[in-house]
């Protein structure tokens, strides 16, 4: 089912780009967000003009990487969610609704995701452009399996990812010998390495991708 949503979506927004976009332009335009600097930590040496010198979405992703965290393991809410993912009936036999549960919880991962669609057209490029995540979206599962589906564990294997797609492009600007093919590989190469290493040892919520039905 992720499968056909991604070619639906990738055929769907390939038509309407054509279709819609490339014969209006000005359509194509958006204003890009400006880059906020946080006073005083900004100053900090390296890391400052790195972490606290970036748009507003990502500032919004630093929170909710810390409220899905405290979410997750510090609440009620948490646990629901987590028991729905691991044993729903269970869950079910206790009086958690699975269905609203996973429904929410499933749009509310949506909205998160969407934030990341955002920064590319709006912090980031200023417009969209056919098939611009270039496969983000599965380097980002890449990511929950090497973090095992633990918010901070994810965000530094994100930023592992990260690191690899900006070298490629860094050792191209400064002129590597390298092909630059290969050198855009690199995050794709390193993707595949990184969690070719914890296939087999990494368990997911046992319920994950299970459709329940109630007794």
Same mark, same amino acid.
């Given at each position: 089912?992720?499968?056909?949503? /991604?070619?639906?979506?990738?055929?769907?927004? !390939? $038509?309407?780009?054509?279709?819609?976009?490339?014969? /209006?332009?000005?359509?194509?335009?958006?204003?890009?967000?400006?880059?906020? /600097?946080?006073?005083?930590?900004?100053? =900090?040496?390296?890391?400052? @003009? +790195?972490?606290?010198?970036?748009?507003?979405?990502?500032?919004?992703?630093?929170?909710?990487?810390?409220? %899905?965290?405290?979410?997750?393991?510090? !609440?009620?809410?948490?646990?629901?969610?987590?028991?729905?993912?691991?044993?729903?009936? &269970?869950?079910?036999?206790?009086?958690?609704?699975?269905?609203?549960?996973?429904?929410? !919880?499933?749009?509310? #991962?949506?909205?998160?995701?969407?934030?990341?669609?955002?920064?590319?057209?709006?912090? *980031?490029?200023?417009?969209? *452009?056919?098939?611009?995540?270039?496969?983000?979206?599965? =380097?980002?599962?890449?990511?929950? %399996? +090497?973090?095992?589906?633990? @918010?901070?564990?994810? !965000?530094?294997?994100?930023?592992? $990812?990260?690191? &690899?797609?900006?070298?490629? *492009?860094?050792?191209?600007? =400064?002129?590597?010998?390298?092909?630059?093919?290969? +050198?855009?590989?690199?995050?794709?190469?390193?993707? %595949?390495?990184?969690? #070719?290493?914890?296939?087999?040892?990494?368990?997911?919520?046992?319920?994950?991708?299970?459709?329940?039905?109630? *007794?």
């Amino acid at each position: 089912m992720g499968i056909v949503l /991604n070619v639906l979506i990738l055929g769907l927004t !390939t $038509f309407l780009y054509e279709q819609v976009l490339v014969p /209006n332009p000005a359509l194509n335009n958006p204003p890009q967000l400006k880059v906020i /600097n946080i006073p005083l930590l900004y100053d =900090i040496p390296i890391l400052g @003009p +790195l972490l606290f010198s970036q748009t507003i979405i990502v500032y919004i992703m630093y929170i909710a990487i810390i409220a %899905i965290f405290i979410g997750l393991y510090r !609440t009620r809410w948490g646990l629901r969610v987590r028991a729905v993912g691991e044993h729903p009936q &269970a869950a079910d036999t206790v009086g958690i609704n699975v269905g609203r549960t996973r429904l929410w !919880t499933v749009a509310l #991962a949506g909205a998160v995701a969407g934030l990341g669609g955002a920064y590319y057209t709006i912090g *980031s490029v200023g417009g969209f *452009s056919q098939d611009m995540t270039n496969g983000a979206g599965y =380097i980002a599962l890449a990511a929950v %399996i +090497l973090g095992r589906w633990d @918010p901070v564990r994810v !965000t530094l294997a994100a930023l592992l $990812f990260g690191f &690899a797609e900006n070298l490629g *492009s860094v050792a191209g600007i =400064i002129g590597s010998p390298v092909p630059n093919d290969f +050198l855009l590989m690199l995050p794709y190469l390193v993707t %595949i390495f990184a969690v #070719a290493g914890v296939v087999g040892r990494v368990r997911g919520p046992a319920a994950a991708g299970r459709p329940y039905l109630k *007794s």
